[in-house]
């Protein structure tokens, strides 16, 4: 059975930083569309980033020029760098693992952004 396991979570001032990482188990890593999501209170789940197997990425308007998303193939790995983090960056971010006619998702960590 496929696993994404997300980790880096935590509570962050306005302005900071986090890494979150996820890391995929079981799966064909190299053929996966790896993505970030995020579902704040209330809302719907919303992309934030997302990089293919070439590494090309993309990125949600709203996080663009602040958010990185990279992976790491040899260790099965998935990162989102977020700098100069603001308080609507706060929510409950997902890994997901999209490949042909299957999407796998992690359990979420959490990130509040607050002073």
């Known amino acids: 059975q496929v696993q994404l396991v997300e980790s880096g979570g935590g509570l962050v001032q306005p302005g900071g930083s986090l890494r979150l990482s996820c890391a995929a188990s079981?799966?064909?890593?190299?053929?996966?569309?790896m993505a970030w999501y995020r579902q704040a209170p209330g809302e719907q789940r919303e992309l934030v980033a997302e990089?293919?197997?070439?590494?090309?990425?993309n990125y949600a308007d709203s996080v663009k020029g602040r958010f990185t998303i990279f992976r790491d193939s040899a260790k099965n790995m998935v990162y989102l760098q977020m700098n100069s983090l603001k308080p609507e960056d706060t929510a409950v971010y997902y890994c997901?693992?999209?490949?042909?006619?299957?999407?796998?998702w992690g359990q979420g960590t959490q990130v509040t952004v607050s002073s």
């Open positions: 079981r799966i064909m890593f190299s053929r996966y569309v």
């Open positions: 990089i293919a197997t070439d590494r090309r990425t």
């Open positions: 997901n693992a999209a490949g042909i006619g299957v999407s796998y």
